[in-house]
């Protein structure tokens, strides 16, 4: 299920209504990217996530038992490239697949979860900061 590309969207946790302000809806989001997942076995996941540009983190985390309905849940470590403009990152992802409808039309398989910044890149960019995010498989199940 993991295993393959998805289209990473995170995004600043602001309540604000964007309305009809495209400038204001684009503002809101953190980051962008490709998740690429590999499986290790049934739990262990391997990866990057390629934000273009030479922005890459490679990605190592686990997937446990999820709480409710989700019967799983996924731990991401992103580490930052050394020799690339991620050296020194570090951002950590917890997310659980999207509820799927049972009378849902065309559902695409998504994750949804959070991002920390564990460490700081620079003035602008304080460990600590969170976002929501949204991950969308690349190759939907038929």
């Known amino acids: 299920m993991l295993a393959g590309n ?6 600043h946790n602001d ?3 964007v309305g009809s302000d495209a400038d204001k809806a684009l503002a809101m989001i953190f980051g962008e990217g490709v998740f690429t997942f ?3 076995g049934k739990t262990k996941v391997t990866g990057k996530l390629d934000m273009g540009s030479g922005y890459v983190l490679t990605l190592n985390g686990t997937v446990r038992k999820g709480r409710g309905e989700n019967p799983l849940a996924l731990h991401l470590i992103g ?3 050394d020799g690339s403009p991620t050296a020194g990152w570090r951002y950590d992802y917890y997310c659980w697949p999207a509820y799927e409808w049972p009378d849902g039309i065309d559902q695409v398989p998504s994750l949804v979860g959070s991002v920390v910044r564990v460490k700081p890149h620079g003035p602008q960019s304080p460990a600590g900061a969170t976002a929501s995010f949204i991950a969308i498989s690349q190759a939907p199940a038929a």
Request: charged residues 15%; without cysteine; aromatic residues 20%.
């Open 79 to 81: 580490l930052g490239v």
């Open 15 to 17: 309540p604000s209504l």
């Open 38 to 40: 590999a499986m290790k």
């Open 6 to 11: 998805w289209t990473y969207r995170s995004y």
